[in-house]
């Protein structure tokens, strides 16, 4: 597994601005980060920057955050 696989990545549509908003919240936690006409789209351009930005701190000897975000909840039975 690459390094960036690590990492929660989504799309999700924004009513407000009219476009797909691409997110991944370990990496980026202030938002969207990416946009794009289709789902698609944003979720390649997501993808890059990802990519872009842990290949850059691996080469700097930088850090990364931890990869805390879960796609989905634990199931709790009732």
């Not at 799309?11 to 946009?35: A, I, K, M, N, T």
């Not at 289709?38 to 701190?57: K, R």
């Not at 080469?59 to 975000?69: D, F, I, K, S, V």
């Amino acid at each position: 597994m690459k390094a960036q696989d690590q990492y929660l990545q989504y799309v999700r549509w924004s009513e407000e601005d009219q476009v797909y908003v691409g997110y991944c919240p370990d990496l980026f936690p202030y938002g969207g980060v990416c946009h794009g006409s289709t789902p698609v789209e944003a979720f390649t351009i997501l993808s890059e920057m990802v990519a872009d930005t842990v290949a850059t701190a691996q080469a700097e000897g930088m850090e990364l955050p931890p990869p805390n975000t879960r796609p989905m909840r634990e199931a709790v039975p009732a």
